[in-house]
């Protein structure tokens, strides 16, 4: 018999998605596991992939069309078998497949509703209509910044031995490490060495992590996605690399699965190729804190009272003050310092 495929709550707390596009076509045989089609979330853009297999007869979701989790969105079954009984009283009661219809059926809905892709302003300008991650980018921020009391804590690194240690790394290996590489694993350290900070406020209790899970931000087209990197205690500098870089690729193709989304403690936002020095980045709830990361560069410094040239990069950690108290924050933002500026430490 005929199977209806339903939007999935392809991230915890969904309440609607749309289907960015599909990966197969109508007529096509498919197994388990193989793509269906890339899911556009409040948080990313990640493959659903088939959960049954037979042919597909039908699409019932136009590409950019938002609907409810739980929503019909295709029909796998036997080729030619009729889908009558599955449809019901859908309003996406269309041809069976065979007949002269379209490969997709849109909701009269929202077929009658869509907006053009802009829409030109009264200002000389055009409205870009919003994308379901830019409102749920809004909602979320602004829902951090209205709930969450954030702090800060601003702190620069003296970071010539860092700068040192990466050009003789990278001269032998055939990993090419970033310096955002040896931030993740100094953060990561710096969370052993002060581990009550490792940690997460909940509705009854604050929960403390063994593992230290954090996300990356990692910038894509009309957005900002934030794909977890685990147990970076454990990784070599090599592996958080190849992690990163992996996560930031299939961020950016829309390849993300379910689980590299959800959870974590802590997160890193590095412009600094942009030649940013110092900014203060938002809270992403329900993790307790963020590093900001400023580019490296060339300042005068002071050292037993003479002038020298250093290379400075500023971090700003923006905390959750519900989570973790001024005392404990500098403590941790010490910690990663230290770790920074003895890159060794963080090898060992």
Not at 32 to 49: D, M, N, Q, S
Not at 65 to 89: R, S, W, Y
Not at 93 to 122: I, Y
């Amino acid at each position: 018999m005929a199977t209806l495929i339903r939007m999935p709550e392809v991230l915890a707390g969904s309440e609607d998605a749309a289907i960015q596009t599909w990966l197969v076509s109508l007529g096509q045989a498919i197994s388990v596991g193989v793509p269906l089609a890339e899911v556009e979330t409040e948080k990313a853009i990640v493959e659903y992939a088939a959960e049954t297999e037979g042919t597909v007869l039908r699409l019932l979701v136009a590409e950019g069309e938002a609907v409810a989790v739980g929503t019909p969105i295709a029909i796998v079954g036997a080729e030619g078998e009729n889908i009558d009984d599955v449809l019901g009283d859908s309003p996406a009661t269309a041809p069976a497949f065979g007949d002269a219809a379209p490969a997709v059926v849109p909701s009269a809905a929202v077929a009658a509703a869509a907006p053009e892709p802009e829409t030109a302003a009264a200002s000389g300008g055009v409205d870009i209509p919003h994308t379901a991650m830019r409102r749920a980018i809004a909602r979320r921020l602004t829902e951090s910044k209205s709930t969450v009391p954030h702090f800060y804590l601003v702190a620069d690194c003296r970071v010539d031995k860092l700068v040192a240690l990466r050009a003789t790394v990278n001269s032998g290996g055939s990993v090419k490490v970033s310096l955002n590489d040896f931030v993740v694993k100094a953060a990561a350290a710096a969370f052993q060495d002060v581990p009550e900070a490792n940690a997460t406020w909940g509705e009854n209790a604050i929960r403390r992590h063994d593992s230290v899970d954090m996300s990356i931000a990692v910038g894509i087209d009309g957005g900002l996605v934030t794909p977890i990197l685990r147990s970076v205690q454990t990784l070599s500098l090599s592996e958080v690399s190849r992690s990163i870089g992996d996560l930031a690729e299939r961020a950016r193709t829309g390849k993300l699965r379910q689980h590299e989304l959800e959870g974590g403690s802590f997160a890193i936002s590095n412009p600094g190729m942009y030649g940013i020095t110092e900014f203060s980045a938002i809270i992403n709830p329900p993790q307790s804190a963020i590093l900001a990361v400023g580019v490296a560069r060339q300042l005068p410094v002071v050292v037993d009272g003479a002038i020298e040239v250093g290379t400075v990069m500023t971090v700003t950690l923006s905390a959750d003050h519900r989570v973790l108290d001024g005392v404990l924050a500098a403590q941790w933002l010490a910690a990663f310092v230290r770790r920074i500026e003895n890159p060794l430490t963080i090898l060992i």
